[in-house]
Each structure stands twice: as C-alpha cells, then as structure tokens.
C-alpha cells in the first residue's frame, strides 16, 4: 500500500462518521471503527455482505435502491436521513452523505456512505416538539382559565356589589331605628327592651363589619384599596385598640403587656387601617389564647430605620405548613376544639377575612408581614408571634381619594353656626331621591328638627321637584327603579337652575367603580348606608354650608365691583 492510501487509511479509522464502501452492487468492502462502534459489528462479520442489511428505512420512503439510484443512475450526490439495523436489533437514525467513486475511465467503481448518528439528538428534539404541543395545550387551557377566572372575577364583584346593597339597605333600618331608640327613647322604653335593642345595635354593627370586612378584600384582590394617609402614631393607635379590647381580655382574665420604644417618630400612613390592623391582631391574640394568659406588643425601631411590630401570645400555635395560609381570604387554622376540652377556654372562629385584610393593608403601606409559631400540638399552648415591618420613610405614592369628599377647608362656618342660622331663619330644604320608604323614614326623623324633607321615590320625580324648588341640599340613592343615580345627577349638574346645588350620593353602594361613578357624574359627597345618625347629621350640614359660603363670597364679591 503506498503512503498516501495509508494516510487516507488512517483518517478514515479516525474521523467520527461512520464510512461505509460498498461495490456498486453493495456489497460491503470497508467499515471503519467508528462504523464497528455504532453498529456493534466486527469488520470481518460484516465483509462482502449487502448493505441493504444494515439499511432499514431511508426517508420513510424507500431502501437501500433508493440510495444506489440517485448516485448511480441520478449521477448526484446522496444527502438524506438513514435508519441504520445495529447487531442487537435495535436502530440508529443517522444523517447520511453518499458518492461514487470511479475509475480511471469514468466508471462507477465504488460507492462511499458516511453516516452521522443523530439519535439522540431526534430523540431530544421529538421530546421537545411534544413538549412544545403539550405546552401549546396548556397555554390553550390557562387562556381559556383566565378568561374563566376574569368572568367569575367579575361575576363576584357584581355578586359583592348586589349583596353588600341589598344587606346594607335592611341594615340601615335596623341601625338607624335602633340608633334612635338607644339616643333618645331610653326614658320611653322598659329596660329589659333598651337591653334588647342595644344587643340589635351591636348585633348590626357586627353584621355591618362583616360586609364591610368582604368589601375590603375584594378591593385588596383587586389591588384598588385606597388610604387617606395623615402623620399618625402607631402607638396611640395600638393603645386605643389595646383600650378597646380590654373588656373582653378582662373577662378571661387575658393581660396585654406592652413595650415602646422612646421617641418613635410618626407614621405616614391611614389611622382608620391601621386601627383595622391592630384590632384584628390584638383580638386575634384573645381569641386563640386559653384563660390567664398573657399578650404582648413591641413597636420599635430596626437598624434599617423600619418600624417593627410584634404580637405575640401564649396561644395554641399554628402548623407551620400553616403560616402562609392563613393570610388567605377566609382561610381558617384547625379547629380549637383539637387543644381543649373546655370549650370556653378560646373564643376562636369566624369569617377567615381578618389576616388576609391585615396583610393587604400592610403590604399597601409598603410594608411585610408574617407570622412565627413552633406548631400546634394538642394540650400545648407554644403561642404565635405576629411581625410586621413598615418603612419610616415612605417612598409609595399614594392615592388617597376614595372619598374625594369636597374640600372642607374652604367652608369656614362650623355646624353650630349653621344650626344657629337654621333656627333664626326658615329651614333648609333637602330631597331626599330614594325608593326604600323605610330609609327615607329614618333620615326624616334625624333630620327633620332642622330642616325641611322633601322625598321622591324615582329619578323623574327627584328631578321635577329639584326643578321647581331648588333645594339646598340633594341626597340621591344609586340604584333606583328607572334613571339611576348617577344619570340624575349628571342631569342636575348640566342644568343651569341646580348645578350649584349641593349633591351628596345616598347609598349601600361601596364598591370602588362604584364610588368612582357616584364622584365622576359630578358628585360633592357620598353617604353610605347604614349611617350613622350623628355624622350623617354633620354632613349634610357642612353640605349646606357650601351654600352660605358661596353666598358669602359673592356678596364679597359684588362689594368689590361696587367699590371699585
């Protein structure tokens, strides 16, 4: 052999393909070891044997013919993909490059096959094209289960928005009844009934909490709960609530100990939340502790200039598989009954809303939240710890209009004043536009000793009424049979005989889009129901008093021009 066919010898025992010389038959005359490697033959089994052998499938479409006739008679080079039969049976699928070789006159002498496994990369890539099908169904079905959640999602803000009226309406009577028995019947009354009508009262405010308590997290899911931020100290606020509470603490003989740092600076944040915060964790505390026991409350300041609130108590503990769980919307840890046989011993329970509403008015503020605890194990009281952290400084934008109450700071008569001028003059008129009698009849009792009650039952005959007799004041519920509210007041304003008439929105509508609805139809004010008699009585006299205060400022006005 001379040199240079050694050499050529010795790369084709070396190169990764697998080359295969057949005659032009195929017969095989040369296999080099890559091709003993892939295939598990020895050189010597697989001398003078055929090619067509070894070949098991060429392109899904034919066989080892197929090969031999696109380079012998196409004259073209073979390119194409090869199902190769190994000794074991099994297959390999190869990439494979074919040519002739020819003899010094022209002739086809030999045929050369260079074979390139690519198993597992097919392997791989049929694995990933199944993947991306069973991707492409998955993406198919969560398109099609956020689409579903979006409808339920909306379908739930409506059911909340319809309930929290039609629950808010009964409400208002049973509050504003009971309000006025309480404030000023209690001499009218036997006392075991004042009893039982106080025991209504609170049972409505409890009921009022709970709707109140649904609406919230539905605005914290919806990321649209909004704060009234002023400076406030979170240690006044958490010993109001600790105040509070200590009635019911007192009767299971259960101590708040509390620990403040000196010159905690102020907070930036809702007074009204964070009083929300600190009730629901300090009365959370009562509930899952036994009798005698002890809660304790730190506010400090951390090294990163955060405030740190801790809550901790002697209670039943909570799993750790738990911890986060129980921030969930009415999610609720295992039952007490597990720890105690003395049933009086916790007063645990309820609707699962309080931590999920904690923590959504925490994380608004820009703040953490979680809770630590060893488990819970029957008989063992290892208590809970409940950490919050808040920055000093907070760097959020807020967004601080949910009521987009009209700007008080420019009425400068205060209520006294206003009911002073009431009693020297005739009485203020205030339309009262509601289809609830009952409602209607409360706030005429509330109202009625210093101002005059105009009512209607539909939109068309607010407005007619409106027209002729321009009252001093507009109260208009949302949703009423006909022209809702909304409509009605923007027909008030367009109109140039009320657009300056005071319009407060009177309803059980508190749904945030709602609000923004109520504001956006050209609203001052929105009074919710059930109300409170006594602020109801001081907002719509700070209402009215817009109208002095705008007479007063036109007759400053005229005095000007005159002087001028």
């Not at 507009?474 to 007041?489: E, S, V």
């Amino acid at each position: 052999m001379e040199k240079d066919d050694l050499v050529l010898a010795r790369i084709l025992e070396h190169i990764p393909g697998s080359v295969i010389v057949t005659t032009t038959d195929g017969y095989i005359t040369y296999i080099n070891a890559s091709s003993e490697a892939r295939l598990g033959f020895e050189k010597d089994e697989l001398a003078h044997t055929s090619i067509e052998d070894l070949i098991f499938e060429v392109e899904k479409e034919g066989s080892w013919e197929f090969i031999r006739s696109v380079i012998l008679h196409d004259n073209k080079n073979y390119k194409g993909e090869t199902h190769l039969v190994r000794k074991d049976k099994s297959t390999i699928v190869c990439t494979t490059n074919g040519f002739c070789v020819r003899n010094d006159n022209n002739q086809p002498e030999e045929i050369v096959l260079v074979f390139y496994d690519i198993t597992e990369e097919k392997r791989i890539a049929e694995e990933l094209e199944k993947k991306n099908v069973e991707m492409a169904k998955i993406n198919s079905e969560l398109l099609r289960s956020n689409q579903e959640l979006k409808r339920v999602s909306e379908v739930k803000t409506k059911f909340l928005s319809i309930a929290s009226h039609e629950l808010k309406t009964p409400l208002t009577s049973i509050k504003g009844y009971s309000e006025i028995i309480i404030d000023n019947m209690r001499d009218k009354v036997d006392a075991s009934i004042y009893t039982m009508v106080q025991s209504i009262d609170r049972a409505a405010d409890r009921l009022h909490a709970v709707i109140n308590n649904m609406l919230d997290v539905t605005r914290i899911e919806q990321k649209r709960l909004r704060l009234k931020p002023e400076d406030m100290s979170l240690t006044e606020t958490a010993l109001e609530c600790i105040e509070e509470l200590s009635q019911f603490a007192t009767r299971r003989n259960i101590i708040f100990k509390y620990d403040f740092d000196r010159n905690i600076p102020s907070f930036y944040g809702d007074r009204m939340r964070m009083h929300q915060v600190f009730t629901n964790l300090f009365s959370n505390a009562i509930k899952y502790s036994p009798d005698n026991t002890t809660v304790e409350i730190f506010i400090t300041i951390d090294e990163e200039e955060r405030f740190h609130v801790i809550v901790a108590d002697q209670g039943i503990g909570i799993d750790r598989d738990e911890l986060e769980k129980i921030f969930d919307p009415f999610y609720e840890i295992g039952s007490t009954s597990l720890h105690s046989t003395d049933s009086t011993k916790f007063m645990g329970g309820g609707t699962g809303l309080g931590l999920s509403i904690v923590r959504g008015v925490i994380e608004r503020h820009g703040g953490v939240i979680w809770a630590e605890s060893e488990g819970a194990r029957k008989g063992e009281f290892l208590g809970s710890q409940f950490h919050i952290l808040l920055p000093v400084r907070s760097r959020i934008q807020w967004d601080d209009d949910e009521t987009q109450i009209i700007k008080l700071n420019r009425i400068m008569e205060t209520p006294a004043k206003v009911y002073k001028k009431m009693s020297d003059e005739v009485k203020e008129m205030v339309l009262i536009i509601d289809d609830d009698p009952e409602a209607i009849e409360i706030t005429r009792m509330i109202l009625q000793p210093y101002f005059t009650i105009v009512t209607a039952d539909s939109g068309e005959e607010g407005l007619r009424i409106a027209f002729a007799q321009k009252p001093s004041l507009i109260m208009i519920d949302l949703y009423l049979p006909g022209m809702d509210g909304c409509l009605i007041c923007r027909i008030l304003r367009s109109q140039e005989e009320t657009k300056d008439i005071p319009i407060s929105f009177f309803t059980a509508a508190t749904q945030n889009d709602e609000m923004e609805r109520c504001y956006a139809s050209g609203a001052d004010d929105f009074i919710v129901k059930p109300f409170n008699g006594k602020e109801m009585l001081e907002k719509v006299t700070r209402l009215i008093s817009i109208k002095y205060e705008k007479e007063r400022l036109w007759e400053e006005k005229k005095q000007k021009k005159k002087i001028l």
